[in-house]
């Protein structure tokens, strides 16, 4: 089994900044792709940023330009480094992997998801 935990969400101020980070544990091989995904009240979970496992980013235009995605493939990380925050980045953010775990089959996994308020 494995799990994502996510952590580092929080309440911001419009033009500040947070860090998300993303710890894989559990029974893994490797892990492939990285992203973060986030679902704002009323609308559809929607892709925020992707890395490929040799570093490879894919970034949504809505956050190119503030957001940086990165991971420590050691350490089965994956942070998103989040500037300029904007009240439109309300949402819970939610980390995402593909992962070789046991019986070598990859599969994808979900996190609980962490909030993130972007409020004056």
């Known amino acids: 089994q494995v799990q994502l935990v996510e952590s580092g969400g929080g309440l911001v101020q419009p033009g500040g900044s947070l860090r998300l980070s993303c710890a894989a544990s559990?029974?893994?091989?490797?892990?492939?792709?990285m992203g973060w995904y986030r679902q704002a009240p009323g609308k559809q979970r929607e892709l925020v940023a992707l890395?490929?496992?040799?570093?490879?980013?894919n970034l949504a235009d809505a956050v190119k330009g503030r957001f940086t995605i990165s991971r420590d493939n050691a350490k089965r990380t994956a942070d998103l480094q989040m500037n300029s925050l904007e009240p439109e980045d309300t949402a819970v953010y939610y980390c995402?992997?593909?992962?070789w775990g046991s019986g070598r089959l990859l599969k994808n996994y979900w996190g609980q998801g962490t909030q993130v308020t972007v409020s004056s």
């Open positions: 995402n992997a593909d992962v």
């Open positions: 559990g029974t893994i091989l490797s892990i492939e792709t």
């Open positions: 890395i490929e496992r040799l570093g490879n980013t």
